[in-house]
Structure formats: C-alpha cells, structure tokens
C-alpha cells in the first residue's frame, strides 16, 4: 500500500501555531493548488486542501511564511470523523505533513529553505 502526496500551492491565510495539551506545536493550513486546466469560461480553477503540521515543521512555517506563500508539502492523505453537535457525523479529509519546502524567494541566496522533516 502506498498513501504519498505532494503539493504544490500557496497559502489562504496566515498560519497561525497552536499547541496541544501536551505542549505539541501543531498548525493547520489550507493549500491552494491550480488546476492543470482552464473551465469552460477560460479561467484556471484550484483546489483548497487542509494540511495539519506538526512540531517543527509548525513552528517554522507559523514563523517564515504568511498568506500567500508559495510552499510545497509531502505527507499522506487522513480521513477522520466526529459527531457535531447537532448529532451530524463529519467526515475530514487532510494531508498530515511530513516535510513543508518554502519555495518563495526571500532573497537571490535563499531559493530554497527546508521546514524540517519529522521522523
């Protein structure tokens, strides 16, 4: 069985770091990704994919990068549920990242900055 993506896109909004109960750095993110194609009114559309963080992959992306950033993440693919308060049963799909590459340039030397890789 294999379970890998990677993608490529930027951020909706500012990545905000949380921690659990146990002190664990965690953030969430939404990553839009273009589509390889255009509608049929000529525009480009994108996909919206949640990703969960963890560690030092969060803190380092909660620190270096802002609405808008261009990123690339690796990890696999997570669905999960619960019952909301209304007594629905939610399903969530996400990418829980293994690595995050931070593909804007900051600088001519910093091209490429490496988040951190989670054993």
């Not at 969430?28 to 525009?43: D, I, S, Y």
């Not at 997570?78 to 629905?88: L, V």
């Not at 293994?98 to 804007?104: A, E, N």
């Amino acid at each position: 069985m294999i379970n890998q993506v990677t993608l490529v896109g930027r951020l909706t909004k500012d990545p905000e770091l949380k921690r659990t109960a146990e002190g664990t750095p965690v953030t969430n993110v939404t990553l839009a990704v273009n589509r390889h194609f255009r509608n049929q009114h000529g525009e480009i559309g994108a996909d919206f994919v949640q990703c969960t963080l963890w560690k030092k992959t969060a803190e380092n992306t909660s620190r270096y990068c802002r609405k808008g950033s261009l990123i690339g993440i690796t990890g696999r693919i997570q669905t999960r549920h619960y019952d909301n308060p209304e007594g629905t049963r939610v399903y969530v799909t996400e990418v829980l990242a293994d690595s995050v590459r931070f593909l804007d340039q900051k600088k001519q030397e910093e091209t490429w900055i490496a988040a951190g890789r989670e054993a």
